[in-house]
Nanobody, 124 residues
Framework: QVQLVESGGGLVQAGGSLRVSCAASGRTERRYAMAWFRQAPGEEREFVAGISWGGSITTYADSVKRRFTISRDNAKNTVYLQMNSLNPEDTAVYYC?????????????????WGQGTQVTVSS
């Protein structure tokens, strides 16, 4: 079992930046690909970014490319999502997820472990 806890969400103005973090605990000795998903009110949960266990492979949704950066520090069992040039359309609950594979997937059903989410609100 792996437990995931997100932090760092909050309120930011359009054009601003925010970094959210996801701390993993439990069976962290295994190799997990990690990802961030988000869900806006009334919308489906969508893939944002993913990173392989070693960190060499990253994948982004088209809507966040060149604005968001995913990274991980395996020594700290933590994954980060740096979000720049935020706009109101980025407002959502951001969820961290882990899958017991090295490869990133953009499909939420491929992920076994989920955090409780952290709210990101971008004001115009």
């Amino acid at each position: 079992q792996v437990q995931l806890v997100e932090s760092g969400g909050g309120l930011v103005q359009a054009g601003g930046s925010l970094r959210v973090s996801c701390a993993a605990s439990g069976r962290t000795e295994r190799r997990y690909a990690m990802a961030w998903f988000r869900q806006a009110p009334g919308e489906e949960r969508e893939f944002v970014a993913g990173i392989s266990w070693g960190g060499s492979i990253t994948t982004y949704a088209d809507s966040v490319k060149r604005r968001f950066t995913i990274s991980r520090d395996n020594a700290k069992n933590t994954v980060y999502l740096q979000m720049n040039s935020l706009n109101p359309e980025d407002t959502a609950v951001y969820y961290c997820a882990a899958r017991n594979r090295n490869e990133v997937s953009t499909k939420q059903y491929d992920y076994t472990y989920w955090g409780q989410g952290t709210q990101v609100t971008v004001s115009s």
